[in-house]
């Protein structure tokens, strides 16, 4: 469901001038909003547009079913013959989604966004939700070559641990961080493509001036997440399978069962990372959209022109640096959650080895609960900090802002060093996520890869060094990198509903 956090929730408010025609305001947020923020636009029958994000998700149910039921395994029950490659089948799946998608999302944007007064209107948009679909397509290719052994990125990892348990770390580090570039690419060229086939749709205000720039940034949002009922198929299939293999493994089944498990598991920790890496170009998209509409709800409260942030001015500039700390305190607190977690679990399995001395021979039962207790309870309390500080800290800013500038005669200083903190924030955010993703999938897949009997397989001093690497992984990728997209997404919609306090 973490995904559906980034669609556009899209209020839509019609005043009707006369019987012929209507003026048509459209908000694109992930909370309802006033007119403080609104774009608008003129167009004769604005309930096309209304339906349009409801039709588009309703064809994502229908093509990701679709593409679900196409995967078929070619290898026969009974006969044993080599194991054929599941991402291979998933990717074949996702291709066909795609290529519905493309089909649909352009018959949608005919049906529903041709207006008279721009005929040509739809035909940009379409290409607008295109370049949202290429862009999903380019995240989830560029994750897969990051974080699957298949690929040289992990094998590489994956030799830097026979030198030992360091140069796995350095070299895992230096995947993550190198991982960041090509997604911002991507985005980048997505962000603008959009908003330049947006502006010259045709679509025009009272006055004549070209807005469409904003809408066709949420086209290609929607055409992103046109698929997303697939991708997130993919990445419920990650947990499955690594619980499958869990299952196996403690219930001593044999090793060939255990060699198919593991093969699933990798390619799980793939399409994990490829899902995670979607969600990010998502909250990218819709975080662009969403200051936007905070700079209009702020302009429309305070009644004064509210086009530009100027980062030279140096509490503008401090908010900015401010933004950019949020994330990584964030991203520190909830790695240092798993690691006080994981002392507890360690500890407490320590203690029962000593008092069930029978439980490494299996006379007797470990007490699984307790240690399953120690983990729920440590999930809720250990969030409360990074949690109250993605809450608080926006609002506590833009008020000691404020304040500051009504001492110094700069009215809207608290709105503004809001501003910059939101987008330092997003922009750290994004990088520091497909890091944190991309670097945890890339050790786990690395120690799988050695466990398939490369670089001296299990047990080797490789894989001891690979066991490290997946360990310093795991929160990584299974609780910082994935907060974090919701945390850009809050940030942006705690300054948008709290605009006022500001002013």
């Given at each position: 469901?973490?995904?559906?956090?980034?669609?556009?929730?899209?209020?839509?408010?019609?005043?009707?001038?006369?019987?012929?025609?209507?003026?048509?305001?459209?908000?694109?947020?992930?909370?309802?909003?006033?007119?403080?923020?609104?774009?608008?636009?003129?167009?004769?029958?604005?309930?096309?547009?209304?339906?349009?994000?409801?039709?588009?998700h309703?064809?994502?149910?229908?093509?990701?079913?679709?593409?679900?039921?196409?995967?078929?395994?070619?290898?026969?029950?009974?006969?044993?013959?080599?194991?054929?490659?599941?991402?291979?089948?998933?990717?074949?799946?996702?291709?066909?989604?795609?290529?519905?998608?493309?089909?649909?999302?352009?018959?949608?944007?005919?049906?529903?966004?041709y207006?008279?007064?721009?005929?040509?209107?739809?035909?940009?948009?379409?290409?607008?939700g295109?370049?949202?679909?290429?862009?999903?397509?380019?995240?989830?290719?560029?994750?897969?070559?990051?974080?699957?052994?298949?690929?040289?990125?992990?094998?590489?990892?994956?030799?830097?641990?026979?030198?030992?348990?360091?140069?796995?770390i350095?070299?895992?580090?230096?995947?993550?961080?190198?991982?960041?570039?090509?997604?911002?690419?991507?985005?980048?060229?997505?962000?603008?493509?959009?908003y330049?086939?947006?502006?010259?749709?045709?679509?025009?205000?009272?006055?004549?001036?070209?807005?469409g720039?904003?809408?066709?940034?949420?086209?290609?949002?929607?055409?992103?997440?046109?698929?997303?009922?697939?991708?997130?198929?993919?990445?419920?299939f990650?947990?499955?399978?690594?619980?499958?293999?869990?299952?196996?493994?403690?219930?001593?089944?044999?090793?060939?069962?255990?060699?198919?498990?593991d093969?699933?598991?990798?390619?799980?920790?793939?399409?994990?990372?490829?899902?995670k890496g979607?969600?990010?170009?998502?909250?990218?998209?819709?975080?662009?959209?969403?200051?936007?509409?905070?700079?209009?709800?702020?302009?429309?409260?305070?009644?004064?022109?509210?086009?530009?942030?100027?980062?030279?001015?140096p509490?503008?500039?401090?908010?900015?640096?401010?933004?950019?700390?949020?994330?990584?305190?964030?991203?520190?607190?909830?790695?240092?959650?798993?690691?006080?977690t994981?002392?507890?679990?360690?500890?407490?399995?320590?203690?029962?080895?000593i008092?069930?001395?029978?439980?490494?021979?299996?006379?007797?039962?470990?007490?699984?609960?307790?240690?399953?207790?120690?983990v729920?309870?440590?999930?809720?309390?250990?969030?409360?900090?990074?949690?109250?500080?993605?809450?608080?800290?926006?609002?506590?800013?833009?008020?000691?802002?404020?304040?500051?500038?009504?001492?110094?005669?700069?009215?809207?200083?608290?709105?503004?060093?809001?501003?910059?903190?939101l987008?330092?924030?997003?922009?750290a955010?994004?990088?520091?996520?497909?890091?944190?993703?991309?670097?945890?999938?890339?050790?786990?897949?690395?120690?799988?890869?050695?466990?398939?009997?490369?670089?001296?397989?299990?047990?080797?001093?490789?894989?001891?060094?690979?066991?490290?690497?997946?360990?310093?992984?795991?929160?990584?990728?299974?609780?910082a990198?994935?907060s974090?997209?919701?945390?850009?997404k809050?940030?942006?919609?705690?300054?948008?509903?709290m605009?006022?306090?500001?002013?």
């Amino acid at each position: 469901m973490e995904l559906f956090l980034g669609c556009l929730f899209m209020q839509v408010v019609l005043i009707l001038k006369n019987k012929s025609r209507a003026t048509f305001f459209i908000c694109i947020s992930t909370v309802p909003c006033n007119h403080s923020s609104l774009r608008k636009f003129v167009v004769a029958d604005p309930s096309g547009f209304i339906l349009f994000p409801l039709v588009v998700h309703s064809f994502d149910l229908v093509v990701s079913s679709i593409g679900i039921l196409s995967i078929r395994g070619t290898r026969e029950s009974g006969i044993i013959s080599a194991i054929e490659d599941p991402m291979a089948v998933m990717q074949k799946g996702y291709s066909i989604t795609i290529m519905l998608a493309v089909v649909t999302f352009g018959v949608s944007t005919r049906w529903l966004l041709y207006t008279e007064q721009a005929p040509s209107a739809w035909l940009n948009f379409a290409l607008c939700g295109l370049v949202g679909i290429i862009t999903a397509y380019a995240f989830v290719w560029i994750s897969k070559y990051y974080t699957d052994y298949k690929h040289e990125p992990v094998r590489l990892l994956a030799l830097s641990s026979s030198t030992g348990h360091g140069t796995n770390i350095i070299a895992g580090v230096s995947l993550g961080l190198e991982s960041t570039a090509l997604p911002v690419l991507v985005i980048s060229v997505a962000i603008i493509a959009a908003y330049w086939l947006g502006q010259t749709s045709g679509l025009v205000d009272d006055s004549g001036n070209p807005t469409g720039g904003l809408f066709g940034t949420a086209v290609a949002t929607m055409g992103m997440l046109s698929t997303a009922g697939y991708v997130l198929t993919m990445d419920m299939f990650g947990p499955i399978a690594d619980n499958a293999g869990g299952i196996v493994e403690m219930s001593q089944q044999p090793e060939s069962v255990r060699e198919i498990t593991d093969v699933l598991d990798a390619v799980g920790n793939t399409t994990k990372a490829t899902t995670k890496g979607f969600a990010i170009g998502s909250a990218a998209l819709a975080s662009f959209l969403l200051f936007s509409a905070y700079m209009d709800e702020v302009a429309a409260f305070a009644q004064l022109p509210f086009k530009e942030v100027d980062i030279a001015i140096p509490e503008v500039f401090v908010g900015g640096l401010l933004g950019s700390m949020l994330i990584f305190l964030f991203s520190a607190w909830a790695c240092s959650a798993v690691g006080k977690t994981a002392q507890e679990v360690v500890n407490e399995v320590r203690r029962q080895f000593i008092e069930r001395p029978g439980i490494m021979d299996y006379k007797e039962k470990p007490d699984y609960g307790r240690c399953v207790a120690i983990v729920a309870s440590a999930s809720l309390r250990e969030m409360i900090r990074p949690g109250a500080l993605a809450i608080i800290s926006p609002m506590a800013v833009g008020v000691i802002f404020r304040i500051l500038g009504h001492y110094t005669g700069q009215p809207l200083l608290g709105a503004k060093v809001v501003a910059s903190m939101l987008m330092f924030a997003t922009v750290a955010g994004i990088l520091m996520a497909l890091f944190l993703n991309t670097a945890g999938g890339a050790w786990d897949n690395a120690k799988k890869y050695i466990e398939t009997g490369a670089l001296g397989g299990k047990g080797s001093e490789s894989h001891k060094a690979a066991v490290t690497g997946d360990t310093v992984g795991d929160p990584f990728k299974d609780t910082a990198g994935p907060s974090i997209h919701v945390l850009i997404k809050m940030l942006a919609t705690i300054t948008l509903v709290m605009a006022p306090i500001f002013l």
